[in-house]
């Protein structure tokens, strides 16, 4: 690849990170109805071309955004099981409370985006995405925990899954820090004795 081409390419690498930068903060403030993308152009510094070049839209420039962030929640989540394993941890149940902690921290840290996909009000089909991924979120729930090893174990690991996402909801609508972590300790700690019964 010429010096040329890999400059070009981290330009418009530059370039698509600014745009989504800038409409996490426009979407976030306006929400996706009222969002402008003359908002989001100027914010980014970038031409409204560069927008549609990159993303061909409003909407898929919310659906990007949501890709992103839940790309992340996986990436950290999968990180900290990798580690866990790493250091030893064989337990289903421990590697699935390492996994969801840290994505209940992801909650948190990325409270900004997670408290605008929970609002609703995206583009037409986002439900129907959001709902694909949640879909896909428990079937590598259910392989972490070996589902079909366990009676019932689908419908707990659909269980666990839900109350994980409902708790990630919660923990990024809390007032500040010591809150939110609180509330994910206590969650996994419910959890923990769910997926571990004395």
Known sequence: ???TSARGGGRAQATRAGLLAAARDVFAESGF????????VARAGASVGSLYHHFGGKADLYLALFEDYQSRQEDHAAAAVREARAQGVRDPAELFLVGSRAYLRGCWEERALARMFLAGGGPPGFELIARR?????TRVN????HAEDQPLG???VLVLTSVV???GSEVAVQDDAEDAYRLADEVLELIGRITRPR
């Open 154 to 156: 689908d419908t707990l």
């Open 33 to 40: 109805a009222e969002a402008n993308i003359a908002d989001v």
């Open 142 to 145: 259910a392989a972490l925990l």
């Open 133 to 137: 991924r949640y879909r896909e979120w």
């Open 1 to 3: 690849m010429s010096t």
């Open 165 to 167: 996402a409902e708790a």
